[in-house]
T-cell receptor
Framework: KAGVTQTPRYLIKTRGQQVTLSCSPI?????VSWYQQTPGQGLQFLFEYFSETQRNKGNFPGRFSGRQFSNSRSEMNVSTLELGDSALYLC?????????????FGSGTQLSVL | AQTVTQSQPEMSVQEAETVTLSCTYD???????LFWYKQPPSRQMILVIRQEAYKQQNATENRFSVNFQKAAKSFSLKISDSQLGDTAMYFC?????????????FGTGTRLTIIP
């Protein structure tokens, strides 16, 4: 089985631009979560999608949004980029069958905002 | 809200030795899961071991084992016979057991270096 795939691996943007990151979960996984990792704030939960619906949301401004498609693939969008948005963005997927399943992570997208 | 604390920013140990990474947490939930994740330079988060809070028996996965003390809210990771490939950042994480709440709260991490 292929693992969680995140594209692109690296991105460089300038302040004020917007960016879209993509995550393809493991086949059969219905839940996709997004995390932001920075040296200063560590790993922080952004949001989780399950069956195309946002089920959980972290404490991030509305500039951060996401969606999930019917094939469980997910995209995350950040609008009006700020320097502080520079981070590694990690995606994780799980089967979410009602009993806890393991979260499998991708290798992340490294976003640099100049 | 949950908090997870890792008080050892960096550790190093000789190859083949045993090392213990510390983690404490705070929660008001009665049932939950605890995890140790490893993040090597490739950046991918890899699940090392997990513990269900309602199970008294400590989890073990090959060379990795935990010491789970529920009353003390302590969850340490022991790596036996350490190998060079164990060099990585290690994160302790918490998840509540409520269905539909699959959200991990991470500690700040411990950078572990295995010295040849």
């Amino acid at each position: 089985k292929a693992g969680v795939t995140q594209t692109p691996r690296y991105l460089i943007k300038t302040r004020g631009q917007q960016v879209t990151l993509s995550c393809s979960p493991i086949s059969g996984h219905r839940s996709v979560s997004w995390y932001q990792q920075t040296p200063g704030q560590g790993l922080q939960f952004l949001f989780e999608y399950f069956s195309e619906t946002q089920r959980n949301k972290g404490n991030f401004p509305g500039r951060f949004s996401g969606r999930q498609f019917s094939n469980s693939r997910s995209e995350m969008n950040v609008s009006t980029l700020e320097l502080g948005d520079s981070a590694l963005y990690l995606c994780a997927s799980s089967q979410a069958t009602g009993r806890f399943e393991k979260l499998f992570f991708g290798s992340g997208t490294q976003l640099s905002v100049l | 809200a949950q908090t997870v604390t890792q008080s050892q920013p960096e550790m190093s140990v000789q190859e083949a030795e045993t090392v213990t990474l510390s983690c404490t947490y705070d929660t008001s939930e009665s049932n939950y899961y605890l995890f140790w994740y490893k993040q090597p330079p490739s950046r991918q988060m890899i699940l090392v071991i997990r513990q269900e809070a309602y199970k008294q028996q400590n989890a073990t996965e090959n060379r990795f084992s935990v010491n789970f003390q529920k009353a003390a809210k302590s969850f340490s990771l022991k790596i036996s016979d350490s190998q060079l490939g164990d060099t990585a950042m290690y994160f302790c994480a918490f998840m509540g057991a409520t269905f539909g709440n699959e959200k991990l709260t991470f500690g700040t991490g411990t950078r572990l270096t295995i010295i040849p």
